[in-house]
């Protein structure tokens, strides 16, 4: 439906929403991003600053607090894996009330900040899970080997556990990103409609109480899918080998 409307004339699509374009036009592309608002670019902006943020410290967190709990042998380490994993069952929405709360008692309401910060709280056990999974998979005399030739904790993370993690972290990175990318009441109740919006929001605001120019609803849906499936592309060889790599090992 995006590919056939994006290129016809807003009284056709309203016409007949289903028909294929003839004669195609490029209109809705060129009106919306020389809008006088600059909706498609300020949505656009606050998108990949929020997701790069989050998916960045999402996956920085998520590797070592999963290598930690992958490699320790306790019974609290159970513990905080099964608290961290039932953060899994809870839909943000429940939890966004109190949420909001806690960010304006910190000042980080209506920020992006606050927006980043949420993001990472709520993902970090999925992200946990899948690098826990993956890394029972590694052999752990790897990192006694480099122990032994007097590399420290932190070194043996960075230089021998981490790169072999790559599948892994493109599963998270995918999945974190499209997530986070097409979140829609998060960033609408967190930032609020005067303080910026994301690609999603962007899409709301394109629609009016009393009237909505449709074109632009589908331009703009056209280009916010175009990164997404970019980035997804270039990640796609290291995707499934991520996501079974923890699940036939350990």
Do not use: C
Request: net charge positive; aromatic share 12%.
């Amino acid at each position: 439906m995006i590919l056939v409307n994006v290129f016809k004339r807003g009284e056709k699509i309203t016409q007949s929403p289903a028909s294929l374009p003839a004669p195609p036009t490029l209109d809705n592309i060129t009106g919306l991003l020389t809008r006088t608002d600059d909706l498609f670019w300020a949505s656009l902006t606050n998108s990949v600053v929020v997701t790069t943020l989050s998916i960045i410290l999402l996956t920085i967190l998520s590797a070592m607090l999963g290598h930690y709990l992958a490699r320790t042998r306790g019974r609290w380490a159970r513990v905080a894996t099964l608290l961290l994993l039932s953060g899994l069952m809870i839909p943000p929405q429940v939890i966004l009330m109190p949420v909001t709360q806690v960010l304006r008692a910190f000042g980080l309401m209506t920020t992006v900040q606050g927006l980043v910060l949420f993001n990472v709280g709520y993902y970090i056990p999925f992200g946990v899970f899948v690098f826990s999974g993956f890394l029972r998979g590694i052999p752990i005399e790897l990192e006694e080997a480099a122990a032994i030739d007097g590399a420290s904790r932190s070194r043996v993370f960075w230089r021998v556990v981490f790169p072999l993690l790559r599948p892994a972290t493109a599963s998270v990175l995918i999945f974190l990103g499209v997530w986070i990318w097409n979140d829609f009441i998060d960033p609408l109740v967190i930032l609020g409609p005067s303080q910026g919006t994301t690609i999603t929001t962007g899409i709301y605001r394109s629609i009016g109480q009393y009237q909505a120019d449709f074109g632009t609803v589908f331009a703009l849906m056209f280009l916010a899918t175009l990164p997404v499936l970019i980035f997804y592309l270039f990640l796609q060889k290291h995707f499934v080998k991520g996501l079974t790599g923890g699940a036939t090992k350990g």
